[in-house]
């Protein structure tokens, strides 16, 4: 079973699938949202608030479910083959986006009423589909933007730093957590393995 797991997860169909799920359920809950409100300010507010919360998230399952040893061997090894190929099409089957956004809708709109929980699930998963674009074109294309170069470097020190580094889109997390690591030139010695600029995907 976890052989299977894990190919499914490997497989290009299943990551492009994954990409294009995570921002069809980022749109339906923000239209859910919006349909279920008289008021649009709000929404677009618990929606923005939901991507930034999803930063903490990015960070958390990162370093704490992909990194840490603990009984669910199949995401650490599943995550491994990313260390081990960083062009490798690794995803979580395309269909958990939806699972998981109506799972935590389920929880949210026992706290709150249900459209501010359709808006900020909404917005946690606007905030994966950012990290998903991220970190696919991090390892595929040039940078050009100062920031953007500097967060690649950043994640790129992490494929060599495996307990460092553990943000996407922001390193903020790292700072507050105690992992960020700040790199030298030596680091970033045959930085461009971990990099494909003319990608055939």
């Given at each position: 079973m976890k052989e299977l797991i894990l190919k499914v997860t490997a497989s290009k169909e299943n990551y492009y699938l994954s990409i294009l799920s995570d921002l069809?359920?980022?749109?339906?809950?923000?239209?859910?949202?919006?349909?279920n409100s008289t008021s649009i300010a709000p929404m677009l507010a618990l929606f923005i608030v939901g991507v930034i919360?999803?930063?903490?998230?990015?960070?958390a399952v990162h370093a704490w479910l992909f990194h840490?040893?603990?009984?669910?061997?199949?995401?650490?090894?599943?995550?491994?083959?990313?260390h081990q190929n960083p062009f490798s099409f690794d995803a979580m089957p395309f269909f958990m986006s939806f699972v998981i956004a109506f799972l935590l809708f389920f929880i949210l709109q026992l706290f709150m009423d249900k459209s501010s929980a359709y808006a900020l699930v909404g917005g946690i998963t606007m905030g994966y589909f950012n990290y998903g674009i991220m970190h696919h074109i991090m390892h595929r294309r040039e940078f050009?933007?100062?920031y953007w170069r500097y967060m690649q470097e950043f994640h790129f020190v992490h494929h060599k730093h495996q307990d460092k580094n553990m943000g996407i889109t922001t390193d903020i997390w790292d700072r507050i957590f105690g992992t960020y690591y700040q790199w030298n030139e030596a680091d970033l010695k045959g930085i461009d393995k971990l990099k494909k600029i003319k990608s055939k995907s």
């Open positions: 069809l359920v980022a749109m339906l809950f923000l239209t859910l949202a919006l349909k919360f999803f930063t903490f998230l990015e960070y840490k040893n603990h009984i669910a061997k199949v995401f650490i090894e599943g995550h491994k083959h990313h050009l933007s100062p």
